[in-house]
Protein backbone atom coordinates (compact mmCIF):
# COMPACT_ATOMS: atom_id res chain seq x y z
CA UNK A 1 0.00 0.00 0.00
CA UNK A 2 1.03 3.31 -0.90
CA UNK A 3 1.06 7.13 1.14
CA UNK A 4 -2.33 7.05 -0.42
CA UNK A 5 -4.09 4.13 -0.18
CA UNK A 6 -3.65 2.21 -3.58
CA UNK A 7 -2.19 -1.00 -3.92
CA UNK A 8 1.44 -1.35 -5.12
CA UNK A 9 1.80 -4.80 -6.43
CA UNK A 10 6.30 -4.41 -6.65
CA UNK A 11 5.82 -3.87 -2.81
CA UNK A 12 3.71 -6.91 -2.81
CA UNK A 13 5.78 -9.34 -4.01
CA UNK A 14 8.63 -8.33 -2.04
CA UNK A 15 9.71 -11.15 0.48
CA UNK A 16 9.32 -9.70 4.45
CA UNK A 17 12.35 -9.35 6.22
CA UNK A 18 11.12 -11.41 9.20
CA UNK A 19 8.91 -13.93 8.40
CA UNK A 20 6.29 -15.43 10.44
CA UNK A 21 7.96 -18.37 12.07
CA UNK A 22 5.82 -22.24 11.74
CA UNK A 23 4.45 -23.06 15.13
CA UNK A 24 6.19 -26.03 16.31
CA UNK A 25 3.75 -29.30 17.26
CA UNK A 26 4.54 -29.03 20.74
CA UNK A 27 3.55 -25.17 20.61
CA UNK A 28 0.50 -26.14 19.18
CA UNK A 29 -0.32 -28.44 21.80
CA UNK A 30 0.44 -26.57 25.09
CA UNK A 31 -1.93 -23.78 23.54
CA UNK A 32 -4.55 -26.61 23.80
CA UNK A 33 -3.89 -27.43 27.16
CA UNK A 34 -4.47 -24.19 28.13
CA UNK A 35 -7.41 -23.32 26.42
CA UNK A 36 -9.12 -26.45 28.02
CA UNK A 37 -7.93 -25.22 31.29
CA UNK A 38 -9.27 -22.14 30.88
CA UNK A 39 -12.74 -23.28 29.77
CA UNK A 40 -12.13 -25.57 32.60
CA UNK A 41 -11.41 -22.63 35.08
CA UNK A 42 -14.83 -20.58 33.59
CA UNK A 43 -17.27 -23.57 33.59
CA UNK A 44 -18.50 -24.47 36.99
CA UNK A 45 -17.47 -27.47 39.07
CA UNK A 46 -20.09 -29.61 39.89
CA UNK A 47 -20.37 -31.47 43.35
CA UNK A 48 -20.26 -34.85 41.96
CA UNK A 49 -17.05 -33.90 40.15
CA UNK A 50 -15.49 -33.22 42.85
CA UNK A 51 -15.83 -35.94 44.87
CA UNK A 52 -14.86 -39.57 46.01
CA UNK A 53 -17.11 -42.46 46.44
CA UNK A 54 -15.88 -45.74 48.26
CA UNK A 55 -16.41 -48.14 46.32
CA UNK A 56 -18.39 -51.58 47.64
CA UNK A 57 -18.79 -49.36 51.34
CA UNK A 58 -22.19 -47.96 50.74
CA UNK A 59 -22.20 -46.91 54.45
CA UNK A 60 -19.35 -44.83 53.97
CA UNK A 61 -20.12 -40.87 53.02
CA UNK A 62 -18.51 -39.22 49.74
CA UNK A 63 -15.35 -37.13 50.22
CA UNK A 64 -13.51 -34.42 48.96
CA UNK A 65 -10.54 -35.81 47.46
CA UNK A 66 -8.42 -32.90 48.67
CA UNK A 67 -10.08 -33.86 52.78
CA UNK A 68 -8.50 -37.76 51.68
CA UNK A 69 -4.97 -36.26 50.87
CA UNK A 70 -4.88 -33.67 53.89
CA UNK A 71 -6.18 -36.45 56.41
CA UNK A 72 -3.33 -38.42 57.06
CA UNK A 73 -0.86 -35.66 57.52
CA UNK A 74 -3.62 -33.83 60.01
CA UNK A 75 -3.22 -36.65 61.76
CA UNK A 76 0.29 -36.91 61.95
CA UNK A 77 0.72 -33.28 63.09
CA UNK A 78 -2.18 -34.04 65.71
CA UNK A 79 -0.50 -37.48 67.20
CA UNK A 80 2.98 -35.30 67.43
CA UNK A 81 1.54 -32.23 68.90
CA UNK A 82 -0.86 -34.45 71.35
CA UNK A 83 1.94 -36.56 72.46
CA UNK A 84 4.66 -33.86 73.41
CA UNK A 85 2.35 -32.10 75.43
CA UNK A 86 0.70 -35.94 76.87
CA UNK A 87 4.43 -37.26 77.46
CA UNK A 88 6.93 -34.64 78.48
CA UNK A 89 8.70 -37.29 80.81
CA UNK A 90 9.78 -39.53 78.75
CA UNK A 91 9.41 -43.27 80.05
CA UNK A 92 13.50 -43.74 80.55
CA UNK A 93 13.00 -40.60 83.09
CA UNK A 94 10.71 -42.46 85.20
CA UNK A 95 12.83 -45.62 85.26
CA UNK A 96 15.48 -43.58 86.52
CA UNK A 97 14.18 -41.99 89.13
CA UNK A 98 12.36 -44.95 90.23
CA UNK A 99 15.54 -46.96 90.55
CA UNK A 100 17.57 -44.20 92.92
CA UNK A 101 15.68 -45.43 96.01
CA UNK A 102 15.68 -49.04 94.81
CA UNK A 103 19.39 -48.93 94.55
CA UNK A 104 20.12 -46.97 97.35
CA UNK A 105 17.89 -49.06 99.88
CA UNK A 106 19.12 -52.04 98.38
CA UNK A 107 22.63 -51.37 98.69
CA UNK A 108 22.60 -50.71 102.66
CA UNK A 109 20.49 -53.70 103.16
CA UNK A 110 23.04 -56.07 100.84
CA UNK A 111 26.13 -54.59 102.62
CA UNK A 112 24.73 -54.49 105.75
CA UNK A 113 24.19 -58.28 105.38
CA UNK A 114 27.72 -58.98 105.24
CA UNK A 115 29.08 -56.63 107.94
CA UNK A 116 30.62 -58.54 111.10
CA UNK A 117 28.63 -58.34 113.76
CA UNK A 118 30.38 -55.56 115.29
CA UNK A 119 28.62 -53.51 112.65
CA UNK A 120 25.74 -51.61 114.05
CA UNK A 121 23.06 -50.42 111.25
CA UNK A 122 21.50 -48.35 113.86
CA UNK A 123 24.45 -46.15 114.99
CA UNK A 124 26.46 -46.43 112.02
CA UNK A 125 26.25 -44.87 108.93
CA UNK A 126 26.61 -46.62 105.59
CA UNK A 127 29.59 -44.80 104.82
CA UNK A 128 31.54 -47.26 106.71
CA UNK A 129 30.34 -49.85 104.87
CA UNK A 130 31.71 -48.34 101.36
CA UNK A 131 35.10 -46.87 103.38
CA UNK A 132 37.86 -48.81 103.66
CA UNK A 133 36.99 -50.24 106.89
CA UNK A 134 33.76 -51.85 105.71
CA UNK A 135 33.60 -55.71 104.57
CA UNK A 136 32.62 -56.02 100.85
CA UNK A 137 32.81 -52.23 100.38
CA UNK A 138 32.55 -52.19 96.16
CA UNK A 139 28.44 -53.33 96.85
CA UNK A 140 28.23 -49.84 98.82
CA UNK A 141 30.28 -48.03 96.43
CA UNK A 142 28.78 -49.61 93.44
CA UNK A 143 25.34 -48.68 94.54
CA UNK A 144 26.48 -44.88 95.13
CA UNK A 145 27.72 -44.73 91.92
CA UNK A 146 24.39 -45.74 90.42
CA UNK A 147 22.20 -44.08 92.72
CA UNK A 148 24.41 -40.46 90.97
CA UNK A 149 24.13 -41.85 87.62
CA UNK A 150 20.72 -42.30 87.50
CA UNK A 151 19.48 -38.89 89.21
CA UNK A 152 21.92 -37.92 86.50
CA UNK A 153 19.64 -39.47 83.85
CA UNK A 154 16.43 -38.19 85.66
CA UNK A 155 17.20 -34.75 86.22
CA UNK A 156 18.28 -34.69 81.91
CA UNK A 157 14.68 -36.17 81.21
CA UNK A 158 12.62 -34.27 83.88
CA UNK A 159 12.08 -31.24 81.20
CA UNK A 160 8.54 -30.50 82.72
CA UNK A 161 9.99 -29.12 85.83
CA UNK A 162 12.64 -25.68 85.87
CA UNK A 163 15.88 -25.84 85.08
CA UNK A 164 17.18 -25.01 88.44
CA UNK A 165 15.65 -27.74 89.77
CA UNK A 166 17.42 -30.04 87.32
CA UNK A 167 20.43 -28.41 88.34
CA UNK A 168 20.40 -29.64 91.36
CA UNK A 169 19.13 -33.02 90.89
CA UNK A 170 22.50 -33.13 88.83
CA UNK A 171 24.38 -31.79 91.82
CA UNK A 172 22.81 -34.44 94.09
CA UNK A 173 23.80 -37.17 91.89
CA UNK A 174 27.98 -35.32 91.82
CA UNK A 175 27.84 -35.44 95.36
CA UNK A 176 26.56 -39.40 95.38
CA UNK A 177 29.47 -40.11 92.62
CA UNK A 178 31.90 -37.74 94.77
CA UNK A 179 31.13 -39.76 98.28
CA UNK A 180 31.98 -43.13 96.71
CA UNK A 181 34.97 -41.56 95.07
CA UNK A 182 36.66 -40.72 98.49
CA UNK A 183 35.97 -43.48 100.92
CA UNK A 184 36.14 -42.73 104.48
CA UNK A 185 39.41 -44.48 106.33
CA UNK A 186 39.82 -46.72 108.54
CA UNK A 187 39.43 -44.07 111.53
CA UNK A 188 37.79 -40.59 111.04
CA UNK A 189 37.19 -39.32 107.90
CA UNK A 190 38.36 -37.11 105.38
CA UNK A 191 37.46 -33.54 104.19
CA UNK A 192 36.60 -34.32 100.70
CA UNK A 193 33.83 -37.01 101.66
CA UNK A 194 32.74 -34.43 104.08
CA UNK A 195 32.38 -31.90 101.96
CA UNK A 196 30.56 -34.16 99.24
CA UNK A 197 27.62 -35.73 102.25
CA UNK A 198 26.65 -32.16 103.20
CA UNK A 199 26.48 -30.80 99.91
CA UNK A 200 24.37 -34.07 98.91
CA UNK A 201 22.17 -33.82 101.91
CA UNK A 202 21.60 -29.77 101.57
CA UNK A 203 20.65 -30.50 98.07
CA UNK A 204 18.04 -33.22 98.16
CA UNK A 205 16.69 -31.47 101.30
CA UNK A 206 15.87 -28.07 99.49
CA UNK A 207 15.11 -30.07 96.23
CA UNK A 208 11.47 -30.31 96.03
CA UNK A 209 11.18 -26.60 97.07
CA UNK A 210 12.44 -25.67 93.41
CA UNK A 211 10.71 -28.32 91.82
CA UNK A 212 7.48 -26.78 90.35
CA UNK A 213 5.63 -27.33 86.65
CA UNK A 214 6.41 -25.20 84.04
CA UNK A 215 2.65 -25.04 82.84
CA UNK A 216 -0.84 -25.93 83.93
CA UNK A 217 -2.18 -28.24 85.10
CA UNK A 218 -0.06 -28.57 88.26
CA UNK A 219 -0.44 -31.47 90.31
CA UNK A 220 -0.91 -31.05 94.04
CA UNK A 221 2.53 -32.19 95.32
CA UNK A 222 4.12 -29.62 92.57
CA UNK A 223 1.74 -26.63 93.92
CA UNK A 224 3.35 -24.39 95.94
CA UNK A 225 1.33 -25.35 99.13
CA UNK A 226 2.49 -29.08 98.52
CA UNK A 227 6.28 -28.03 97.42
CA UNK A 228 6.53 -25.61 101.06
CA UNK A 229 5.08 -28.90 103.13
CA UNK A 230 7.11 -31.31 101.55
CA UNK A 231 10.60 -29.06 101.92
CA UNK A 232 9.69 -28.92 105.65
CA UNK A 233 9.37 -32.03 106.11
CA UNK A 234 12.80 -32.65 104.42
CA UNK A 235 14.36 -29.87 106.52
CA UNK A 236 13.20 -31.49 109.48
CA UNK A 237 15.11 -35.07 108.63
CA UNK A 238 17.84 -33.22 107.93
CA UNK A 239 17.93 -30.84 111.09
CA UNK A 240 17.60 -34.39 112.75
CA UNK A 241 20.66 -35.90 111.06
CA UNK A 242 22.87 -33.35 111.58
CA UNK A 243 21.88 -33.34 115.34
CA UNK A 244 22.67 -37.21 115.37
CA UNK A 245 26.07 -36.31 114.34
CA UNK A 246 26.81 -34.68 117.22
CA UNK A 247 27.34 -38.15 119.22
CA UNK A 248 23.60 -39.17 119.00
CA UNK A 249 22.97 -42.73 119.28
CA UNK A 250 20.86 -43.53 116.16
CA UNK A 251 23.34 -41.73 113.40
CA UNK A 252 22.84 -45.03 111.37
CA UNK A 253 19.09 -45.41 111.57
CA UNK A 254 18.40 -41.52 110.97
CA UNK A 255 20.67 -41.26 107.52
CA UNK A 256 18.82 -44.71 106.50
CA UNK A 257 15.74 -42.80 106.87
CA UNK A 258 17.08 -39.69 105.21
CA UNK A 259 18.44 -41.00 102.16
CA UNK A 260 15.88 -43.28 101.58
CA UNK A 261 13.07 -40.96 101.25
CA UNK A 262 14.68 -38.13 99.51
CA UNK A 263 15.90 -40.21 97.01
CA UNK A 264 12.01 -41.67 96.19
CA UNK A 265 11.06 -37.75 95.73
CA UNK A 266 12.19 -37.33 92.05
CA UNK A 267 10.55 -41.06 91.31
CA UNK A 268 7.38 -39.50 92.92
CA UNK A 269 7.55 -36.13 90.95
CA UNK A 270 8.16 -37.71 87.68
CA UNK A 271 4.91 -40.23 87.81
CA UNK A 272 3.11 -36.87 88.85
CA UNK A 273 4.15 -34.75 85.84
CA UNK A 274 3.47 -38.23 83.61
CA UNK A 275 -0.26 -38.55 85.07
CA UNK A 276 -0.99 -34.84 84.98
CA UNK A 277 -0.09 -34.33 81.21
CA UNK A 278 -1.35 -37.76 80.34
Do not use: N
Request: charged residues 15%.
Amino acid sequence: MTAGGRYDPARASRPRAHPIPERHPASALCSRVVRAVRGTARSPLRPADMTRVWPGRPDRPAELPLAGAARPHARRLASSATGSLRHPVPGWTVVSAGLSPVLATGGWLVAGAVQPASYSPIRKTVSVMAGHAGTDRWIMTGALFLVGGCQLVAAAGLAGVGVPARILLAVAGLSSIGIALSPEPVRGSTPQHVAWTVLGAIVLAVWPAFVARRAPPRPLILSSYGRVVVTAVFIVLLGWLVIETQGGRDLGLVERLFLSTETCWPFIVAIALRRTTG
